[in-house]
């Protein structure tokens, strides 16, 4: 079987170093253990990127412009011309275990389609708050659709989806465009969302640089919490990786 993992990246080097080392380290080594062909795929913009990606081995890289639509589309339409089954979306800024990548492939694989997760950590470095966000509520659109990061997408899916499914000049709102496609999938959401315990969710690194702050979350959404990084909440995550995270420097990432 043939595996994605596709990731949109944009500077952030120290971020991007830490999160690569952490992928090319557990993820995919845990699908090649698994029987899978592995490509792990890296959308960039510049060197700034590029230089930290060829410092590891084995890693597909691309630079195309700064435009996160287009970023997803070249991942998307390669995964289309690569025939894989499987695609695995994973933003640059987000540290998954082991054990939910795997379900994730593995809801994916049961109902045919696809699978997404609906909880996560978000950790902002720079005010060291650590909030866990609980799931859309009712009131979104999104509610059944999961996050759109840690999304598997199976090759019977990506058959039933257009080239450049992502449009056009776009930095948000893709999972909105994805909306309507998913929802002609005959798939309840009970049998493709995976709402995870804390201790086996992912945790994604919030920085000045990134799109959406911690302030932009909505607070009927969230769970303000008081733990950080060595908390063992995150044992999944090995101390080497933590204390990588914890030395970034905020103005710097």
């Known amino acids: 079987m043939k595996i994605i993992i596709g990731v949109p990246a944009y500077k952030r080097p120290n971020l991007l170093f830490v999160h690569t080392h952490y992928t090319n380290k557990y993820l995919k080594p845990a699908l090649m253990q698994k029987g899978f062909e592995v490509t792990y795929m890296v959308v960039g913009s510049s060197n700034v990127e590029g230089d930290i990606i060829r410092k590891f081995d084995g890693i597909e890289y691309y630079e195309i412009p700064n435009v996160l639509s287009h970023k997803k589309n070249f991942i ?99 999972d909105g465009l994805m909306l309507p496609h998913l929802m002609q999938i005959p798939v309840a959401p009970r049998d493709r969302l995976i709402t995870t315990p804390p201790e086996r969710t992912l945790i994604g690194i919030k920085t000045s640089q990134n799109i959406w702050q911690i302030k932009d979350f909505n607070p009927a959404e969230i769970s303000v919490l008081d733990l950080n990084l060595k908390n063992d909440t995150f044992s999944w995550l090995d101390l080497e990786i933590k204390d990588l995270i914890l030395s970034i420097d905020t103005k710097n990432p």
């Open 76 to 174: 998307h339409n390669q995964a289309k011309i690569k025939d894989v089954d499987f695609l695995f979306w994973l933003d640059s800024d987000d540290f998954i275990p082991v054990s939910l990548l795997m379900k994730s492939i593995e809801v994916a694989n049961q109902n045919g389609y696809w699978s997404s997760v609906t909880n996560m950590f978000t950790y902002d470095s720079h005010t060291q708050q650590m909030i866990h966000f609980d799931g859309y509520s009712s009131r979104n659109s999104l509610k059944n659709q999961g996050l759109g990061t840690c999304r598997t997408y199976t090759k019977q899916l990506l058959k039933k989806l257009p080239l450049d499914v992502y449009g056009y000049n776009k930095n948000s709102g893709m």
